[in-house]
């Protein structure tokens, strides 16, 4: 851990537990300059340090339309516990996977993670259309609260 101004940097391994095998992120995207954001569920593979995304689409999806205008987006997982806030941010290429191009690695990969069954829409799920993204990170920080010195 490297201390700062604004908190504490977390290290790699430390980002690893933070993402666990997966949970629930803000998925930001953007068209050219208006930003787009929503809550989505994810899975982390720590070892390829690979995040993968079950995004479900309604029609006449606005978050389809952001997909379609960009390929690359920013992932903010947040905790908060006994010891403050932590946060990790995760930008890079975001790429959908068609069920066709799933290797066997990367099937085994899925396997592994944890993707939470998270809907934000009145449909019923299975009226939905479900499509699996991975996001490589390019860049993948975290930082936590800095721990408050003489405060009681």
Do not use: H
Not at 3 to 32: F, H, K, R, W
Not at 101 to 106: E, H, P, W
């Amino acid at each position: 851990m490297t201390d700062d101004e604004s908190g504490v940097v977390l290290n790699d391994e430390e980002i690893d537990e933070l993402l666990g095998t997966g949970g629930i992120g803000v998925l930001g995207l953007a068209d050219e300059s208006d930003p787009y954001a929503i809550p989505v569920s994810y899975g982390y593979d720590a070892d390829d340090r690979v995040l993968y995304l079950r995004l479900g689409f309604a029609d006449d999806s606005e978050k389809e339309r952001y997909l379609a205008r960009s390929d690359r987006a920013a992932l903010v997982v947040t905790v908060e516990g006994m010891d403050g806030w932590a946060s990790v941010v995760a930008r890079g290429q975001l790429s959908t996977m068609p069920e066709a191009s799933i290797d066997g690695t990367t099937v085994e990969a899925i396997r592994s993670v944890d993707i939470p069954f998270v809907t934000i829409y009145e449909e019923e799920p299975r009226e939905l259309e479900y499509r699996l993204y991975r996001l490589t990170p390019d860049e993948l920080t975290g930082r936590k609260e800095k721990p408050r010195v003489g405060i009681e």
